[in-house]
């Protein structure tokens, strides 16, 4: 039997998550680009895939000179909506499923889709975009829920909303997107 458009909706929602990615504390220490509109829309994010019943990923990047592993710059940001028993995957490439749980956590639970949002557009958020493709994930990336601190970061941000939407990577705004 086919499924009406509404029992398709809620189907695709049940097999989604949401991917926070190296919102930290170091990274807010540098000239980012709408830091509180970011923070915002992120949290708005996470508020609506908890309502809605999506798990909600935190991705916490450590490296060897920036966000050193249990240094101030390397904790999650402390407005960040994140609960006690909110799983956080560590990673350090800019990949989120290299060498990391992440991709055999998310097939354990049925996902299949992926909302993006975190830090920085063009390294950590690009890379986990297109490594999620490749492992055969729906994306979407919400294109006002990403940031970075480059000279022009207007610009880089549409570069890689762009680059990314040309990949099949769905785009959305925060307001755009519901996991109900």
């Avoid at 170091?26 to 992120?42: A, C, D, M, T």
């Avoid at 949290?43 to 249990?70: C, E, M, W, Y």
Wanted: with cysteine.
């Amino acid at each position: 039997m086919k499924e009406s458009g509404s029992e398709q909706q809620a189907t695709d929602q049940n097999n989604s998550a949401l991917l926070v990615i190296d919102v930290q504390q170091g990274l807010f220490r540098k000239s980012l680009y709408k830091p509180e509109q970011l923070l915002h829309n992120i949290n708005t994010l996470i508020d609506r895939a908890r309502r809605g019943g999506v798990p909600v990923f935190f991705i916490q990047h450590s490296g060897a000179k920036t966000l050193v592993k249990d240094s101030q710059e390397w904790h999650l940001h402390p407005q960040l909506h994140l609960l006690a028993t909110d799983p956080i995957v560590h990673k350090q490439h800019g990949n989120a499923f290299e060498d990391t749980v992440l991709n055999q956590t998310l097939k354990s639970g049925n996902v299949t889709g992926l909302v993006v949002t975190g830090l920085v557009t063009h390294g950590c958020v690009r890379a986990t975009c297109i490594g999620a493709l490749e492992l055969g994930y729906e994306v979407t990336l919400a294109q006002d829920a990403h940031s970075n601190f480059s000279k022009q970061p207007a610009r880089v941000i549409d570069e890689w909303n762009q680059k990314l939407s040309a990949m099949n990577v769905e785009l959305k705004s925060t307001s755009e997107i519901e996991f109900s």
